[in-house]
């Protein structure tokens, strides 16, 4: 055994040196070489520690050797390895032995796998900054002329990914050899290759000589624009913005235009679906004049292509692509140009384009201005508030600031209401939850008064909703509502309607009260909290249903701190001790729960004056709170079963909307069998319900 | 090829879409999802689907070949095959319906009299035939209305133009098997641009295509030797891209069957190239995610590999076992049946080679606590000839299972699994009584070995640990002098604490 004789042998061996000997090699390439895949993993994740360990001379002649003649491993292992390396550089030597590394990362860049590779690749890319100019054309130029001779494609292509760290600090006699590699691996016979070198085209461009970009790359550029293989060609127009960048107006007419024009019409909608992709970028680096007579034309027929990929693409970037488009003269483009090709994209067939363009068509107004906003655009807009796709009328409302800014919101008023009363009954809870989160900027923008007259009942309808998300999204809504008009509306308009549900029949309803009233206390203030929540709250603790009493415990504990003392002491204390007797064991958990919650809260005020006087009041209730065996367990337990009842009372609640006898209160013999109501769940949402949020 | 079209047919000038005759229809329906996604059909002349020639003129019905005299036979059947090159708009089912007919019954004839007639394949017609197969199935494949599709769970996409379609295929299909059909002369035309269009179709989502994609490549295989190392190389790098790249082509069992057939037909000794197709195109294979969707395929093509060569067989094994997936259950129950299917055309010679490795991982599989998996493995003992080498090296395999068969055997949650491994232990105690007993005694001492080297491990670790501490703070205090030349090193291992 390996790990018996190391200990041993070592510090008869080096003497001195004891810390080195301590762990032989032996040892770690023992880990190293581990069956456990999982413990080869550790000590590959741990190798900055055995380097360390072994110091710079051992890891330079013994760890390296080993771990370059090894590589045969798991991908993962490989992965980890490959990762480290490229932080090695300190830990054999520094700057002047980084060359050390490159015999393993060379053989790792060669394997199968594309993610041992690319990681490879990277750190070299990064060890290749660490190297002096002499070691970088004595060690890492050969490295990467092996990798780029390579007999099988995996070590091509990771050289494409090394050129250009290498070319600007090379001599000149070795940069004219590096740019050959690079051309043979443009043409080679591999697809996998020349997308590759595709991939890479655009940075090897810029660290090249002008001269050369012209005289070779472009060349090159023109030549994988017009693979045989969409693929490649796809790669080239992300090249192209590079080289656009780096020539000036006239080559680029000259050189790279006629492959881009050829680009934005290829039979392949994928390459197509590049150029609309790359526009916005494609158009800053050809600049104003060759977008001008070039890009736009070839944009417009973008607009109308026949794939949806394509159109939707495209329709993405009409924003970015107006905007960038030069001030003067730009409001004349796009009126004559773009507009009515954006018209016909409002009634597309496929929704995806109709939403991409819903997503950016209101970042014009503010271009175009007032007038042709209203002239031009607002009937677009108007017309996508009306889209049978809710996609595309969300993403108009969510946008709407942007119109706000320019011609108000009021012009699109009459089309927004209809628009917004269908979201808000959409079918779909994952529409209606959409339109109520974007309610509190409708507010704002619309205004007090209009929100009165149209919306507030709109809110008040979601906070009875059948879906669980709704019910808790709108009484979020209507917090947020709250700091936007302030309390005095709350006092008037929210919270007389929501402390009426407390009595209403379903005890959903009443529930929801207690949930409005947890997220509306804050925002109202002390005074309304006191005056006319807490009664509510406190009345609510005789409900018949258990459900209702321990969120009336809940509640309490969270309205807790906005409470002065009396109104805890004399009020709220009381109530929950109450609570605290229940007879169920959730009611009685929850209030023992708040109980001690407010109990803190009241030592907290009390403390300066007289200490330690009252805390010790709900002795009795203290006990049952500390619970000293397993809470964990009577938690959990009490969870699930409260789940079930929920579960329960929901069917029950159901079965009770289908009957006619809804006015008689006392259906809920509450506690149903779960079992035999579980069965008559057939709304799938009920589910959604979930009182799992303490 | 352009100057011998013939006066009926439509100059192929470059398409100017504005010109579409179609006249726009209604709009589409609401219920098709496809017409939700397609182009709009008022533009769909110039779809990628197909590329319409512009003016598309009417068709009008010609002459049927049988009424013609012999020697305007010739003549009109170009005419006939020039006609078949016109597209047509199939996303709008209503559009020229009378066009549509014309050519279906063109080609109808055309597929009668290639197959039945002789004398018709003479040298001159070969160039329009195969034009006109080229118009018709060579088209960018549009994009799939489902990034995410499933070919187990999803239906596919069926292509609109298959009433049309499907006559071409059945053409070119008849003409490749023609009697008359004269490789040398084709061989102008169907080259190495037109094989890897062909092969780029099989990525199509609908089988029907595929299936007859697969046939006439088959076809085509056969009769162009020239072609034929073309084919293989093209498809190793289809399949690289899928495994490496994309993990998405919907036709690679199709060229996996083929490949199967090839693979069969290979002369001995094989060539390097086709082993290197073997171990790194083939077995990286296996890693791929949608593997149930050809695994049937690529096994045939595995085991063909090995009854032509045996001494691959330990590549071959060594590569499953590197792949050998870790989550996938369902995999790994396909990779149990591939060994299978190995170990029964397996040479004793080479199973010793491998015995350890792969019985290993035989064990880790019967330890799986999915008991599909177990179940699998344990299938290997009823398996006489694995039996039979089992026994053979008895010596070698049961230390390597044993350990695991006799903790699974007391720890396994499912009753079947824990009576077949009673089974197998029983097996082992019939083979070798001897060895058996005394793995039971050393059954013990190993667990506790086990411990101790874990517990060895991590004092390992630990005093790495100190000791990498120790270093750091050496380096940092005591050689800061020499080290002033090389800041770099410095702060890099000190980003490694």
């Not at chain 1, 030592?603 to 007289?610: E, G």
């Not at chain 2, 037909?265 to 995610?289: D, N």
Request: proline share 6%; charged share 25%; glycine share 4%.
């Amino acid at each position: 055994m390996a790990g018996a004789a190391g200990p041993g042998t070592g510090p008869g061996a080096a003497g001195g040196d004891g810390d080195d000997s301590l762990y032989p090699i032996a040892v770690l390439i023992d880990e190293l070489r581990n069956e456990d895949v999982q413990l080869r993993l550790n000590s590959i994740k741990k190798l900055s520690t055995i380097a360390l360990a072994l110091g710079v001379e051992r890891t330079r002649t013994e760890l390296l050797p080993f771990l370059t003649d090894t590589i045969y491993d798991e991908d993962e292992v490989l992965l980890a390895l490959a990762e480290q390396l490229g932080n090695f550089t300190g830990l054999v030597g520094g700057p002047d032995f980084a060359h050390c590394l490159l015999p393993p990362l060379e053989s790792l860049a060669t394997v199968e796998e594309t993610v041992v590779r690319d990681k490879a690749v990277e750190s070299l890319r990064q060890i290749s900054q660490e190297h002096t100019p002499i070691a970088l054309e004595a060690h890492f130029v050969p490295l990467v002329k092996r990798l780029a001779s390579g007999d099988w494609f995996t070590s091509r292509t990771s050289a494409c990914g090394l050129f250009s760290v290498c070319y600007p600090r090379a001599s000149n006699a070795v940069k004219a050899e590096i740019r050959q590699h690079f051309r043979s691996l443009c043409s080679d016979d591999t697809p996998m290759v020349r997308r590759a070198a595709a991939s890479k085209l655009g940075e090897f461009a810029k660290v090249l000589e002008l001269d050369s970009v012209k005289s070779e790359i472009v060349p090159l550029f023109t030549n994988l624009a017009s693979d045989e293989q969409d693929s490649v060609r796809l790669l080239a127009v992300e090249a192209c913005v590079s080289i656009a960048q780096l020539l000036s107006q006239e080559d680029l007419e000259a050189l790279v235009m006629p492959t881009l024009r050829q680009a934005a019409e290829d039979k392949s909608w994928r390459v197509r679906y590049m150029v609309a992709d790359k526009f916005s970028e494609l158009q800053k680096a050809v600049g104003p004049k060759i977008t001008l007579n070039d890009l736009i034309p070839a944009f417009q027929n973008l607009l109308k292509d026949c794939e949806a990929e394509v159109r939707a693409a495209a329709a993405h970037k009409v924003k970015e692509l107006c905007e960038n488009l030069p001030p003067e003269g730009r409001e004349t483009i796009i009126m004559n140009q773009i507009l009515p090709f954006i018209k016909e994209l409002v009634s597309d067939t496929n929704q995806h384009v109709k939403s991409a363009l819903a997503s950016v068509i209101m970042g014009l107004s503010t271009i175009l201005g007032k007038e042709n906003t209203i002239e031009h655009l607002l009937p677009l807009f108007l017309a996508q508030l009306k889209d049978e796709c809710p996609e595309v009328r969300l993403n108009i409302i969510s946008n709407l600031d942007c119109v706000n800014e320019v011609i108000g919101i009021r012009q699109l008023s009459q089309s927004l209401l209809p628009a917004i009363v269908e979201l808000a009954e959409d079918a779909k809870w994952r529409v209606r939850l959409a339109i109520i989160e974007y309610m509190p900027l409708l507010a704002g923008q619309l205004g007090v008064q209009f929100f009165d007259e149209k919306l507030n009942s709109l809110c008040m309808a979601w906070l009875v909703d059948h879906v669980y998300a709704i019910r808790e999204a709108a009484t979020n809504n209507l917090m947020k509502l709250v700091k936007k008009f302030g309390t005095e509306w709350a006092q008037n308009t929210i919270v007389p309607k929501v402390l009426v549900m407390a009595s209403d029949p379903n005890y959903l309803h009443r529930m929801t009260t207690l949930f409005c009233i947890n997220a509306l206390s804050e925002a109202c203030g002390q005074e309304i909290t006191t005056k006319q929540m807490l009664p509510i709250v406190l009345k609510m603790a005789g409900d018949q249903v258990a459900n209702v009493r321990f969120n009336v415990a809940k509640s309490l504990q969270k309205i807790g701190p906005i409470l002065d003392t009396d109104a805890l002491q004399e009020e709220v204390k009381p109530v929950l001790q109450k609570l605290g007797q229940d007879e169920d064991v959730d009611v009685k958990y929850f209030a023992q729960e708040a109980l001690s919650a407010v109990a803190q809260r009241l030592r907290k005020l009390d403390s300066p004056a007289k200490d330690g006087e009252e805390p010790s009041a709900p002795g009795a209730d203290k006990n049952h709170f500390l619970r000293p065996g397993g809470p964990g367990e009577d938690t959990g337990k009490a969870h699930r079963e409260r789940a079930a009842r929920v579960v329960s009372e929901e069917a029950v609640e159901a079965a009770r909307f289908r009957g006619t006898d809804a006015a008689k209160g006392p259906a809920y013999q509450l506690h149903v069998n779960t079992r035999d109501t579980l069965a008559q769940l057939e709304i799938a949402e009920l589910v959604h319900f979930s009182q799992s949020r303490d | 090829m352009e100057t011998k079209l013939p006066p009926a047919s439509t100059p192929t000038s470059p398409s100017s879409p504005g010109l579409s005759p179609v006249p726009p229809p209604d709009k589409v329906d609401g219920f098709s999802r496809r017409s939700l996604r397609r182009a709009r059909p008022r533009r769909s002349h110039s779809s990628s689907q197909f590329r319409y020639q512009s003016n598309q003129q009417e068709l009008t019905p010609l002459p049927l070949l049988k009424d013609v005299p012999a020697s305007e036979l010739h003549e009109l059947l170009s005419r006939k095959l020039a006609q078949c090159g016109v597209m047509f708009d199939f996303l709008d089912c209503v559009a020229d319906l009378k066009g549509k007919e014309v050519k279906r019954a063109a080609l109808n004839e055309l597929v009668e009299c290639v197959g039945s007639t002789r004398g018709v394949l003479i040298e001159p017609v070969y160039p329009d035939i195969i034009r006109m197969i080229s118009v018709n199935i060579f088209r960018t494949l549009p994009p799939s209305e489902n990034p995410e599709f499933d070919p187990e769970e999803d239906e596919p996409n069926l292509e609109p133009s298959w009433p049309h379609l499907q006559l071409v295929y059945e053409f070119f299909l008849r003409f490749l098997e023609s009697p008359d059909f004269q490789p040398s002369v084709a061989k102008r035309y169907v080259d190495q641009k037109f094989v890897l269009m062909l092969l780029e179709l099989f990525d199509s989502e609908d089988p029907r295509e595929r299936e007859y994609l697969k046939t006439i490549l088959h076809r085509v295989y056969g009769k162009f030797l020239g072609l034929r190392a073309y084919i293989r190389k093209q498809c190793s790098h289809i399949f690289l891209r899928f495994i490496y790249e994309l993990e998405h082509f919907n036709g690679v069992a199709e060229l996996l069957e083929i490949l199967g057939s090839i693979i069969n037909g290979f002369a001995l000794p094989l060539k390097t190239e086709h082993k290197q197709f073997l171990v790194r195109v083939l077995i990286p294979l296996h890693s791929v995610k949608s593997l149930s969707v050809f695994h049937a395929q690529l096994a045939y093509c595995v085991v063909q590999f090995l009854e032509k060569d045996a001494t691959l067989t330990e590549h071959v094994i060594r590569g499953l076992l590197k792949y050998w997936p870790k989550t996938c259950t369902q995999k790994e129950v396909m990779f149990l049946g591939e060994m299978e299917e190995i170990l029964d055309v397996i040479e004793p010679s080479q199973f010793v080679k491998i015995q350890e490795p792969l019985f290993k991982q035989v064990a880790r599989c019967v330890s799986s606590p999915h008991f599909q998996v177990a179940e699998r493995a344990l299938y290997f003992w009823n398996n006489e000839y694995i039996l039979s080498l089992i026994e053979d090296n008895c010596h070698t395999v049961l230390p390597a299972v044993f350990g695991t068969l006799y903790q699974v055997s007391k720890e396994h949650w499912n009753q079947t699994i824990v009576s077949l491994i009673y089974n197998v232990l029983k097996t082992f105690m019939e083979m070798n009584g001897k060895l058996f007993d005394e793995l039971t005694a050393s059954y013990k001492l190993e667990k506790q070995q086990e411990q101790q080297k874990a517990r060895e491990r991590q004092e390992l670790w630990r005093g790495l640990e100190e000791l990498r501490l120790r270093r750091l703070r050496g380096t940092q205090g005591a050689k800061e002098a020499p080290l002033q030349r090389l800041p770099a090193p410095v702060a890099t291992s000190g980003g490694q604490s």
